[in-house]
């Protein structure tokens, strides 16, 4: 088990700024290929963005530019900043940890859930 406890979630306006965070217990942040993945009820968990543990990000074409995933190793936590936010990114967003080296952001690929940290976009 890696116990995965996210934060930050809020409500905002369009065109503003979030900053998430995962803290991670039991293990390091960057023993494992981390990601950020998000849900809307009704469909599929997709992913966000992703790091592997020698610090290789990617990122869905949607949030490319905007989004920037990161690590603090010292604190043990994964981070996801959001700028220029849109409605369509409204969702429950999940930290996820995968034992493959570097996975697709599919979640059939991640072993570890976080419980989620709800984002509102309002236009």
């Known amino acids: 088990q890696v116990p995965l406890v996210e934060s930050g979630g809020d409500s905002v306006q369009s065109g503003g700024s979030l900053r998430l965070a995962c803290t991670v217990s039991g293990y390091s942040v960057s023993q494992y290929f981390m990601g950020w993945f998000r849900q809307v009820p009704g469909k599929d968990r997709e992913g966000v963005s992703g790091?592997?543990?020698?610090?290789?990000?990617n990122y869905a074409d949607s949030v490319k530019g905007r989004f920037t995933i990161s690590r603090d190793i010292a604190k043990n936590t994964l981070s996801l900043q959001m700028n220029s936010l849109k409605p369509e990114a409204t969702a429950m967003y999940y930290c996820?940890?995968?034992?493959?080296?570097?996975?697709?952001?599919?979640?059939?690929?991640?072993?570890?859930w976080g419980q989620g940290t709800q984002v509102t976009v309002s236009s």
């Open positions: 790091i592997t543990s020698d610090g290789t990000r």
């Open positions: 996820a940890a995968s034992s493959f080296t570097t996975p697709p952001l599919k979640t059939s690929f991640f072993g570890h």
